[in-house]
């Protein structure tokens, strides 16, 4: 019978529904292992050969510093602020791929990692996407002439990694 808009029907008592929730359970379970990307400069990628720290350093640089002169020049959150988007896209396609995955999670948690540190390296090659400060002039001149803010021996910039915890 329909009344209105809804569909009243009678059910025979016997009549049993069966639901495969399977897939519910595969869900229950990804979400359950909780995996997460860490990026940055990780622990066995801070040392350099002159002695100073590639975390110091990011430190440093991420904040800036008014008694060293130092501005900010943020190569960790602006790039993946600005990224955002992509950074969530590349998680969305893993998680597609690999809901039935066991491993699933630290697959996904390994995309986000590499995927942030894509956005980072971007920063590093556009000098920030054309937002971090020109370096002063004394420091153009300590680098050879070289207006590269960040990159001097590509020392810091490659010690930035990713990891799955």
Partial sequence: MVRGRFVVAAMPSSMQMKQDLSGLKNVQDFLN????????????????PDGESNASI?????????SKGIPMRS????????????????AEKAIAKNI??????????ATLGVAAEA????????????QWPDNAATT??????????????????????????
């Fill in 33 to 48: 292992n909780k995996k997460s990307a860490v990026v940055g400069v990780l622990q066995g990628d801070d040392s350099r």
């Fill in 58 to 66: 990011g430190l440093t640089q991420e904040v800036g510093s008014f």
């Fill in 75 to 90: 190569w960790l959150r602006m790039p993946l602020r600005r990224n955002e988007n992509d950074i969530v896209g590349a």
């Fill in 100 to 109: 039935d995955n066991p491993t699933g999670q630290t697959v996904v948690a």
């Fill in 119 to 130: 956005a980072i390296q971007q920063a590093f090659a556009t000098q920030g996407f054309g």
């Fill in 140 to 165: 153009i001149k300590s680098k050879g002439g070289k207006d590269t803010p960040l990159i001097d021996t590509g020392e810091f910039r490659q010690s930035i990694t990713s990891g799955v915890v």
